[in-house]
């Protein structure tokens, strides 16, 4: 089971949801990570969702024009996001057994992005097998995107994946690193408890 499903019984995507249109109505900015992604690659490009939720970062992206497919084990997030953006590909499968082939979908993404503290609730012992998923998805040169929390101040489980070696994963599945950030505005990482990570797929 994931940290994920552990942690919320896969029951909380209207919750989740809210939170975040709450967010917006307050003017927050809830779409950093599709503004972050789009400044990597231009429109038209082919982007996988890994860990879409609720769809806020895909549809986000649709709208600028990506080409997008989203993937994600709970189904009360998939649910949110069927409703909001019915005519978007979304599909419901564990990123560490993710097969696109199985699903009708070519593996050549311009880009695949995690977004959400993905890596860290995935099931414990599967970040190596999520990482080697999410590479052979991507295009040669298609880029990996990953944010998430590497401290108790930035997740709601116990850390369990630090940046050294979620770039070990990376780097045996065929990634080499482009860029690391603190936050989704790309501001310079200094080693706190956020990092948002650029891969490139170079075999």
Request: charged fraction near 20%; glycine fraction near 12%.
């Amino acid at each position: 089971m994931s940290r994920w499903q552990e942690l919320t019984g896969g029951t909380s995507g209207a919750e989740y949801a809210a939170r975040f249109e709450a967010l917006a109505r307050g003017g927050g900015d809830v779409h950093g990570e599709a503004a972050f992604c789009a400044a990597l690659v231009p429109p038209g490009a082919r982007v996988l969702d890994a860990g879409c939720g609720t769809g806020r970062v895909m549809i986000r992206l649709a709208e600028l024009g990506y080409d997008c497919v989203g993937v994600d084990l709970d189904a009360s997030m998939l649910d949110v996001a069927r409703e909001r953006a019915p005519r978007l590909p979304w599909f419901q499968a564990d990123l560490a057994e993710f097969d696109p082939a199985a699903l009708g979908v070519v593996a050549d993404f311009d880009l695949v992005v995690a977004a959400g503290n993905v890596l860290p609730l995935v099931t414990p012992g599967t970040e190596a097998a999520v990482v080697e998923r999410l590479t052979a998805a991507l295009r040669p040169g298609g880029l990996l995107v990953a944010g998430f929390g590497l401290d108790a101040a930035h997740l709601p489980v116990p850390p369990s994946l630090t940046a050294a070696e979620y770039d070990a994963h990376c780097t045996a599945a065929g990634l080499t690193p482009v860029a690391r950030f603190a936050t989704w505005d790309a501001a310079p990482y200094d080693g706190g408890g956020y990092a948002v990570s650029v891969h490139r797929h170079d075999r």
